[in-house]
């Protein structure tokens, strides 16, 4: 019997505007019996076919791979993954001698739900975030190895921790497809500190790559503070961009350390900079107010509704604590990467804390995630990184 989902009565209208998911409450009946990360087609509840996807248990039932009836075999990856390259190739990513840190697949936002590459070197670091990824892991590593031909050598699979918890899979990480290499991951020039094997995420936030620039602009003479350093990004860049000093915290002992190696990768004996391993609210408590330029970029403080209205609690405490210590005429780059958090919650959070603090503040720049980390128009869901840079009276 063909594997199938059939919708409640009027439950298409948002894949008609070709929203990616299914959500398990608008499902009337399930045939065929598939398994968890099986493909599966869609229909409407009198018959009619509208969609291909992969099914999964929890809240969003189907991740939709295709609104056309198409076969989701070792061509369908080709395609969708040649179309994502050749984006990146259009913005000027793919082949720069001083540059070979990208995002290659950004999930729902190249039509690839439940999937994340990126390239780092001669490395793809491949991060499934559904069931379904994770079965079609080794066909979508061998198009990948058709579409990059030797500007890959080796696929790393790291989805550990992103897989469904519950999920009844053998999820551990290594290389499937060749090995190490022994290249230099580079950001505009910078060596980058990138742990691809234990570290967060894939091993560096690189959506966070266009913001470190901006920031190396604003650095120049400027003592700075990065709190939640994680491997350092935005200290190399106000490093470059001649900052007089630079402290990085992080509660994490291998952050630090991941830091302190990039430091000394890129500025070798540099006695500006300094690391330490601390809880950012308690740094921020002690601390004399020496800092002129100050990067807040913590983990997501929601990951789903439940927890927002804590989580704007959190934003509005650390950048309150923040402007209350930077010293006038001071610059702050504040960000959330929870996506359950608008941007306009996002800068209520922020106006509230410079309000308590009894500071003026300025709108310089309002950030997002770089063109790599596209957004699909009918997924707006999708934009998740949301910062601002404010000048601080």
């Not at 969609?51 to 039932?61: D, L, M, P, T, Y």
């Not at 198409?70 to 080709?78: G, M, N, Q």
């Not at 992080?250 to 391993?277: K, Q, Y």
Request: glycine share 10%; with cysteine; aromatic share 10%.
């Amino acid at each position: 019997m063909q594997k199938s989902v059939i919708l409640k009565r009027g439950k298409e209208e948002s894949l008609l505007r070709f929203h990616p998911w299914v959500f398990s409450g608008a499902i009337a009946d399930i045939k065929g019996e598939p398994d968890e990360g099986d493909v599966v087609d869609v229909y409407t509840h009198d018959g009619k076919w509208i969609a291909v996807g992969h099914i999964q248990v929890g809240s969003i039932a189907v991740r939709v791979l295709s609104f056309k009836q198409e076969k989701i075999d070792a061509d369908f990856w080709f395609r969708r993954l040649s179309v994502a390259f050749e984006m990146r190739s259009s913005l000027g990513l793919t082949d720069r001698e001083d540059h070979n840190i990208y995002r290659l697949v950004h999930g729902e936002g190249d039509n690839l739900p439940g999937l994340v590459i990126d390239v780092y070197g001669h490395t793809a670091v491949l991060q499934a975030h559904s069931v379904g990824m994770h079965c079609n892991r080794m066909d979508i590593a061998q198009a990948l190895m058709r579409v990059m031909g030797d500007r890959i050598k080796g696929i790393y699979y790291k989805s550990e921790t992103t897989l469904p918890f519950k999920a009844d899979i053998d999820r551990g990480n290594g290389y499937i497809l060749g090995g190490p290499t022994d290249d230099t991951p580079l950001e505009y020039g910078m060596k980058m500190p990138v742990d691809w094997i234990s570290g967060q995420k894939t091993g560096l936030f690189i959506d966070q790559r266009e913001n470190r620039a901006l920031l190396e602009r604003y650095s120049k003479g400027r003592s700075v503070l990065n709190m939640f350093c994680y491997t350092g990004g935005f200290s190399l860049a106000a490093l470059r961009g001649g900052a007089k000093l630079v402290h990085s915290v992080d509660s994490s002992a291998r952050a630090i350390e991941l830091t302190a190696g990039g430091v000394e990768d890129n500025f070798p004996g540099d006695t500006r900079h300094a690391a330490f391993a601390e809880d950012a609210f308690k740094y921020l408590e002690r601390m004399d107010p020496i800092y002129d330029l100050i990067i807040l970029d913590p983990p997501a403080f929601a990951k789903h509704k439940d927890a927002l209205k804590h989580a704007l609690i959190g934003y509005r405490r650390l950048n309150q604590k923040a402007m209350e210590k930077i010293k006038p005429g001071g610059i702050l780059f504040t960000f959330s990467c929870s996506q359950v958090v608008s941007k306009d919650q996002f800068r209520t959070a922020v106006f509230t804390a410079a309000a308590q603090a009894g500071r003026s503040v300025k709108i310089l720049y309002q950030l997002h995630q770089p063109a790599d980390h596209p957004i699909n128009i009918f997924h707006p869901e999708g934009e998740y990184l949301k910062g601002l840079v404010v000048s601080v009276e």
